[in-house]
């Protein structure tokens, strides 16, 4: 079996280690993948792919994009790059494309023109109307259905009738890998001494840090030796979300928060911190939660995608309203005082990881509904 696995965002993140990881898995079953991206902004990915041997293709592609200039230019070049996709299509000769994300319109359509069966990756809970509007027509026409979770179907598909295989995968996470018993601590981290806050993630309006820097803020007021981290890549296109945070850390003059930018092993970061803090606003399947309670980490986190699933509010972790500082900090306070509380929220986060979140069965879903998808 052949696969053609497309995504419009080359930069290395959740979307784009889960596309690596289930291919290496799927090589091991007879089943091939391809990569299609962009080429631009590719380098890491690129990386990643040659390390775990899978083919990829970089073209030239626009992605959708918010601001004025990126729209016109996915606007101009829209049918153009369809017709190179297509062509790309033919060439490979797939059995079915996978493409990711409910706003890759050019996957879907050049897949079927190139008259391929297709499988649509859905990974988010939050996009702009038009999105939707062109999801529901455009969604007819596939032939396969992939949700990150159960709050992503009912975002995109409630009230729809849908007679077509839908499948319910989770992102993964190699707890093979992510595994605190063989991973060694980040040693820079370690200079700190006290307890180390972390947050992971692209710095992205999204991610709601504004809200662990309010938390932060009240922390401080009643606890020494504190330490907060957010490990994420701080791209130019959120710029000014960026010096947002940094004014905000500047104003509560916060000297013990700070940005460590993407980071190439975050299993060293995890390690070496002792609570874990998703702020988010909105989310899938959170990743980078579900590295943390592999890594055995006492999480703190909002009420978003799919983390009430797999974290049970006081059982192994605690689960906060969305853009609430207070009750941030609040948990994150019962923790810091608590450290049998951590040690025992952390290793039940870590059996869930391990029974519900492991990257073998998350590549073995994405292989029954490729067959389910080419036996209809």
Same mark, same amino acid.
């Given at each position: 079996?052949?696969?053609?696995?497309?995504?419009?965002?080359?930069?290395?993140?959740?979307?784009?280690?889960?596309?690596?990881?289930?291919?290496?898995?799927?090589?091991?079953?007879?089943?091939?993948?391809?990569? &299609?991206?962009?080429?631009?902004?590719?380098?890491?990915? %690129?990386?990643?792919?040659?390390?775990? !041997?899978?083919?990829?293709?970089?073209? %030239?592609?626009? #992605?959708?994009?918010?601001?004025?200039?990126?729209?016109?230019?996915?606007?101009?070049?829209?049918?153009?790059?369809?017709?190179?996709?297509?062509?790309?299509?033919?060439?490979?000769?797939?059995?079915?494309?996978? $493409?990711?994300?409910?706003?890759?319109?050019? !996957?879907?359509?050049?897949?079927?023109?190139?008259?391929? *069966?297709?499988?649509?990756?859905? =990974?988010?809970? #939050?996009?702009?109307?038009?999105?939707?509007?062109?999801?529901?027509?455009?969604?007819?026409? &596939?032939?396969?259905?992939?949700?990150?979770?159960?709050?992503?179907? !009912?975002?995109?598909?409630?009230? +729809?009738?849908?007679? %077509?295989?839908?499948?319910?995968?989770?992102?993964?996470?190699?707890?093979?890998?992510?595994?605190?018993?063989?991973?060694?601590?980040?040693?820079?981290?370690?200079?700190?001494? !006290?307890?180390?806050?972390?947050?992971?993630?692209?710095?992205?309006?999204?991610?709601?840090?504004? $809200? +662990?820097?309010?938390?932060?803020?009240?922390? =401080?007021? *009643?606890?020494?030796? @504190?330490?907060?981290?957010?490990?994420?890549?701080?791209?130019?296109?959120?710029?000014?979300?960026?010096?947002?945070?940094?004014?905000?850390?500047?104003?509560?003059?916060?000297? =013990?928060?700070? +940005? @460590?930018?993407?980071?190439?092993?975050?299993?060293?970061?995890?390690?070496?911190?002792?609570?874990?803090? $998703?702020?988010?606003?909105?989310?899938?399947?959170?990743?980078?939660?579900?590295?943390?309670?592999?890594?055995? %980490?006492? /999480?703190?986190?909002?009420?978003?995608?799919?983390?009430?699933? +797999?974290?049970?509010?006081? #059982?192994?972790?605690?689960?906060?309203?969305?853009?609430?500082?207070?009750?941030?900090?609040?948990?994150?306070?019962?923790?810091?005082?608590? #450290?049998?509380?951590?040690?025992?929220?952390?290793?039940?986060?870590?059996?869930?990881?391990?029974?519900?979140?492991?990257?073998? /069965? $998350?590549?073995?879903?994405?292989?029954? /509904?490729?067959?389910?998808?080419?036996?209809?």
């Amino acid at each position: 079996m052949k696969v053609l696995n497309i995504i419009l965002d080359p930069r290395l993140g959740g979307p784009q280690w889960r596309i690596a990881e289930v291919a290496k898995r799927l090589k091991e079953e007879g089943i091939e993948t391809i990569v &299609v991206f962009p080429d631009k902004d590719s380098e890491k990915f %690129k990386k990643l792919l040659n390390d775990y !041997g899978i083919e990829y293709r970089a073209i %030239k592609l626009n #992605k959708l994009s918010k601001s004025i200039v990126g729209f016109l230019k996915w606007k101009i070049t829209f049918i153009p790059q369809i017709l190179r996709l297509k062509r790309l299509i033919k060439k490979e000769n797939p059995d079915v494309v996978h $493409c990711n994300a409910s706003w890759q319109w050019k !996957g879907v359509i050049a897949s079927k023109l190139a008259k391929k *069966k297709v499988v649509w990756h859905l =990974n988010d809970t #939050k996009m702009p109307f038009y999105i939707k509007i062109v999801f529901k027509y455009l969604v007819k026409k &596939v032939d396969g259905i992939i949700v990150a979770g159960s709050r992503v179907k !009912g975002y995109y598909l409630k009230n +729809f009738i849908i007679e %077509k295989p839908i499948l319910e995968i989770q992102a993964p996470v190699d707890t093979e890998k992510f595994n605190p018993d063989i991973v060694k601590p980040n040693k820079n981290l370690l200079k700190y001494k !006290g307890i180390r806050i972390l947050s992971v993630g692209n710095v992205n309006p999204y991610k709601g840090f504004e $809200c +662990f820097i309010d938390a932060a803020n009240i922390l =401080n007021k *009643k606890y020494k030796d @504190l330490w907060f981290f957010v490990a994420g890549n701080l791209f130019d296109t959120q710029k000014k979300y960026i010096d947002y945070l940094k004014k905000k850390i500047e104003d509560f003059d916060l000297k =013990n928060f700070m +940005f @460590l930018g993407g980071v190439d092993n975050i299993k060293e970061v995890l390690k070496s911190s002792d609570i874990y803090v $998703c702020s988010s606003v909105a989310e899938a399947s959170p990743q980078s939660v579900w590295e943390a309670m592999a890594m055995k %980490k006492p /999480i703190v986190s909002t009420d978003v995608g799919s983390v009430p699933d +797999f974290i049970k509010d006081n #059982k192994n972790g605690f689960i906060v309203e969305i853009k609430k500082s207070e009750q941030i900090a609040n948990k994150v306070g019962v923790l810091i005082e608590n #450290k049998e509380l951590r040690e025992s929220f952390g290793k039940l986060s870590r059996e869930v990881a391990i029974n519900q979140l492991d990257i073998n /069965i $998350c590549s073995e879903k994405h292989g029954e /509904i490729y067959k389910e998808v080419i036996a209809k």
